[in-house]
């Protein structure tokens, strides 16, 4: 019998690699690590609440209404990046400068949060449920900050005319960071609200 496994040949066609703007990649690498923080520290809240010794108080309102803003923000930021597909480029400036106004709204109202709950005599230190209260919240304030600042520096390159349909990398990026931080704070809001 002759050799017939010698005369073929198994041609692979070789495989495309993913093509994902680094920059992206890297983004989308350090959103799932703020999503695995803050997925330790509501595990972390419901197993210390399970422990007993726990104060029990009612949210500020104010969150509330930082809610609302985030959402909005949320709607205002999209819209932007909408815009700038189209090369709409005086709305781009507009709804990008009221999502940077909301993103400092909704941290100005999480301070007077703050101030409220210390009004209400739940502190930082003191009962575990304020501690938690004040680390969700604050180091969720710290991503809005960065957020915030990421916004600012696509906000003056759109005034530089250098966000539009054909150069849209940077704007894409900071509407999915943050609708990604919106929906963390609505995840935040609502977990406050079932387990205080």
């Given at each position: 019998?002759?050799?017939?496994?010698?005369?073929?040949?198994?041609?692979?066609?070789?495989?495309?690699?993913?093509?994902?703007?680094?920059?992206?990649?890297?983004?989308w690498?350090?959103?799932g690590?703020?999503?695995?923080?803050?997925a330790?520290?509501?595990?972390?809240?419901?197993?210390?609440?399970?422990?007993?010794?726990?104060?029990?108080?009612?949210?500020?309102?104010?969150?509330?209404i930082?809610?609302?803003?985030?959402l909005?923000?949320?709607?205002?930021?999209?819209?932007?990046y909408?815009?700038?597909?189209?090369?709409?480029?005086?709305?781009?400036?507009?709804?990008?400068?009221?999502?940077a106004?909301?993103?400092?709204?909704?941290?100005?109202?999480?301070?007077?949060?703050?101030?409220?709950?210390?009004?209400?005599?739940?502190?930082?230190?003191?009962?575990?449920?304020?501690?938690?209260?004040?680390?969700?919240?604050?180091?969720?304030?710290?991503?809005?900050?960065?957020?915030?600042?990421?916004l600012?520096?696509v906000?003056?390159a759109?005034?530089?005319?250098?966000?539009?349909?054909?150069?849209?990398?940077?704007?894409?990026?900071?509407?999915?960071?943050?609708?990604?931080?919106?929906?963390?704070w609505?995840?935040?809001?609502?977990f406050?609200?079932?387990?205080?």
């Amino acid at each position: 019998m002759e050799n017939v496994a010698g005369d073929f040949r198994i041609v692979e066609e070789p495989k495309k690699p993913m093509a994902m703007e680094p920059r992206k990649f890297g983004m989308w690498l350090f959103m799932g690590s703020v999503l695995m923080l803050f997925a330790a520290l509501t595990s972390a809240y419901i197993v210390r609440e399970a422990e007993g010794n726990w104060v029990y108080f009612d949210m500020p309102g104010l969150f509330t209404i930082s809610t609302v803003v985030i959402l909005v923000s949320s709607i205002t930021m999209q819209w932007a990046y909408w815009s700038a597909k189209k090369d709409n480029l005086e709305n781009v400036k507009i709804m990008i400068t009221i999502t940077a106004v909301l993103g400092i709204a909704f941290l100005v109202l999480q301070w007077q949060g703050w101030v409220q709950l210390v009004a209400n005599k739940i502190y930082f230190v003191g009962n575990p449920s304020g501690s938690f209260l004040y680390v969700l919240t604050g180091v969720h304030a710290l991503h809005i900050i960065s957020a915030v600042v990421f916004l600012l520096i696509v906000m003056v390159a759109t005034y530089r005319y250098k966000v539009h349909s054909k150069s849209l990398v940077s704007i894409e990026m900071c509407t999915t960071y943050w609708h990604f931080l919106g929906g963390l704070w609505l995840y935040l809001f609502v977990f406050l609200l079932l387990y205080r």
